[in-house]
């Protein structure tokens, strides 16, 4: 029995701006950490960019919830509904609620980003 043809998009992560096209097409590359051979070095360059990569999430979920406000936001002309703004970003209504209330508390500086 054929598996039914999948219609919803595939989340891929979006390219890092720092990392050469090249590598990206390997597999096996890694910011270069497949060449480092020093546990030691390997360990902490690792967590230097699992750090790296946390910091990135936060400030980019920060500015998915700057955005949702944004686009909420009744003043507009073109406002959308926290049910809109959920299928533009493959969201749960509810979760784009808490968003759109969270970027709202972030432009009017209530919630503190750090």
Known sequence: MAEPERTERRMRPAPLLFEPSEAVADPEHFFDLESIEDPRELLARA???TLAFRA???RAMEFQAVAAAQLADP?????LSAAEVAARAEWTEDYADRMIEFGRGLLSGKHDPA
């Not at 003043?75 to 406002?79: A, E, G, L, T």
């Open 47 to 49: 967590t230097e960019l």
């Open 56 to 58: 990135a999430q936060d």
């Open 75 to 79: 003043r507009r002309f073109d406002s």
